[in-house]
């Protein structure tokens, strides 16, 4: 095991079921068009309808979140180089991911069964890392002496804590509806970080690959999603953006003081004409 090298969490595209803006399109003609259903796909598939003209018309009219469309269509990721406990969070919570294990640290090629991950804020303190390298190659040796020695996987794998940081691969899709609510809670500066870098590199992908829906993807603060901040407010005022996005307590606040103002001088002008 060479303890220097961190190989880095990576998500690579895949493709999708359908292209999702002809799948959007025919959703939103089938409800406004009186054309035949099988004629408008059929206008779509045959090109008969521009590529850009479909984009337009999303970024003018972008289906509902009610409507089905939404999960029609599903992008593939793989997951490449993400320790086991982010495959636990995968596995456990229900973040919007639908995913299939695709390897396990039995069945990954030999060079990735003796890596292992190292969290960022690891590598900024010199003993923290080289105590981390040590623990992590310590482990390792010893779980893989033990299956050379014959001994079986769940024997030998009692040496590794639960959240052991050895390296999985695996194959997730999401639906549209499924990416939107990922992103918007993964990309949150209190996620865990793999999330978090997970979350990220799927909008880069989206963002170069279907520009016009990556518009509608984000941290559920942006401008393009909430515009404000749901978070518990201890969590809020550690973010970053914290000077740049209200929180929600904050435009309750300040709807509450409109409304009583704006009662109080309906009383004013009621109080005003009764005298008069």
């Known amino acids: 095991m060479n303890p220097n090298f961190h190989p880095e969490l990576s998500i690579e595209f895949l493709g999708c079921s359908k292209d999702p803006v002809e799948i959007f399109y025919s959703a939103f003609q089938q409800n406004c068009s009186q054309e ?3 004629d408008i796909w059929m206008s779509i598939q045959n090109r008969e309808i521009a590529y850009e003209t479909m984009c337009q018309l999303l970024n003018k009219n972008y289906p509902e979140k009610k409507l089905t469309s939404q999960i029609q269509v599903h992008f593939i990721f793989i997951i490449k180089n993400a320790s086991s406990r982010c495959q636990s969070l995968l596995t456990h919570q229900k973040i919007g991911l639908e995913s299939a294990e695709m390897s396990s640290s039995m069945t990954l090629p030999a060079d990735m069964q003796t890596q292992f991950v190292t969290p960022p804020a690891f590598t900024t303190d010199s003993k923290i890392l080289a105590q981390w390298n040590h623990l992590q190659s310590a482990m390792m040796s010893f ?10 996987h769940d024997d030998a794998s009692l040496a590794l804590p639960d959240a052991h940081a050895h390296m999985f ?5 999401l639906n549209f509806r499924g990416m939107q609510e990922f992103l918007d809670e993964s990309m949150c500066h209190k ?3 793999e999330l978090k870098e997970i979350a990220f590199q799927i ?8 520009p016009t829906l990556a518009k509608r993807l984000g941290a559920k603060c942006w401008e393009n999603r909430n515009l404000y901040c749901d978070e518990p407010y201890d969590s809020y005022i550690t973010c970053k953006c914290s000077h740049s996005r209200p929180h929600k307590s904050s435009l309750i606040d300040f709807f509450q003081r409109e409304s009583c103002k704006a009662s109080t001088d309906c009383r004013q002008k009621e109080s005003y004409y009764h005298l008069t």
């Open 36 to 38: 035949r259903a099988s």
């Open 143 to 152: 779980y893989n002496g033990c299956l050379e020695k014959g001994i079986s």
């Open 169 to 173: 691969r695996r194959q997730v899709s």
């Open 191 to 193: 996620t865990y970080w």
């Open 203 to 210: 909008y880069a992908h989206m963002k170069l690959e279907f």
